[in-house]
């Protein structure tokens, strides 16, 4: 039985108000703050990764299948509603956020871990993210039936992701490997200013759709709010599974715990027409992932000065 709203209205059939400007504003802006985020890569930071693979493995492990797999048999559990189901389905999909960038570095984390994970994912989303989607909702007959009745045509989908993402990290790191200081200052004024762009833009689309949130916000908050916390809870224990130091590990954290939201939004809209039960767990996994990871990160961040007020 599908769910319905307090007036009675198939859940599917609420529509966020986010216009076809809006979403060409939110696509440039995640292009923008990913072309920030590659100003500070250099091919020597892949060489370093690749000379640690542990690390690499652990990132990938945490990020593109263990979560996806709990969150697919977090699923078969509490069976929620189809197309809350494919959200969370795809919001596992997307890569980690680039604001976890900023979050890594707030929780005294690894930073240059955190900037060279953030690249190697969205190298490899852009094949992995439809691989997840695909593959995980149609092991689940009610987000199969989902898929059946869209185009999710896959070399749109890689378009799109290379666009936003594979294109801006491949001119950022252009930029910085030839002109290295036209870079750096460059990304000293570009990645704080886009970041409160993006940021705005959030809360601007909250402030538009007011009334949605207000009215059926409580469909997807416990699933929201327990899914990323078990994404950071994931990420952490992964991590130390495999005997990395804790800086390393609140980075893997942060990049389980923080994703892509902004993404998973595009796709959405772009691929299966802004479909309701999926646009508003996007929406508010945007909105609560950076209130969560701010919250995170200032807690690790200030943990050795309250451990040392103790002692």
């Given at each position: ?160 992701v290379s666009l936003i993402l594979g294109i801006p990290l491949v001119c950022g790191m252009l930029i910085k490997h030839y002109h290295s200081e036209m870079a750096g200052k460059i990304e000293k004024v570009l990645k704080p200013l886009s970041m409160l762009v993006f940021i705005a833009l959030i809360f601007i689309a909250f402030s538009q759709n007011l009334d949605v949130f ?98």
């Open positions: 039985m599908l769910l319905q709203t307090s007036a009675n209205i198939n859940i599917d059939d609420i529509k966020i108000n986010f216009d076809s400007s809006g979403l060409w504003v939110l696509n440039i802006a995640i292009a923008i703050i990913m072309f920030g985020v590659a100003l500070a890569i250099t091919v020597d930071d892949f060489k370093r990764l690749l000379k640690n693979p542990k690390i690499v493995f652990v990132g990938v492990l945490s990020q593109f299948i263990l979560l996806p797999l709990f969150t697919f048999l977090g699923i078969l559990l509490i069976k929620p509603h189809p197309s809350f189901a494919l959200g969370m389905m795809m919001i596992a999909a997307c890569p980690g956020g680039n604001v976890s960038n900023f979050f890594s570095k707030m929780a005294k984390g690894n930073a240059a871990l955190s900037v060279s994970l953030t690249a190697f994912a969205t190298l490899i989303c852009i094949f992995m993210t439809p691989f997840n989607l695909q593959f995980w909702g149609s092991l689940y007959e009610p987000t199969n039936e989902i898929l059946k009745t869209v185009e999710l045509n896959w070399v749109d989908l890689l378009k799109l207000v009215n059926h916000i409580h469909h997807v908050l416990a699933l929201v709010v327990l899914h990323n916390i078990f994404a950071f809870i994931l990420g952490y224990f992964t991590a130390k599974a495999f005997k990395l130091n804790k800086q390393d590990c609140k980075t893997i954290s942060m990049e389980t715990g923080i994703q892509n939201g902004g993404l998973g939004l595009l796709l959405i809209f772009g691929f299966f027409d802004g479909l309701g039960g999926m646009a508003l767990l996007a929406a508010f996994w945007g909105i609560w992932d950076v209130f969560s990871g701010m919250l995170l990160a200032t807690y690790w961040g200030t943990e050795k000065k309250v451990s040392l007020k103790k002692s």
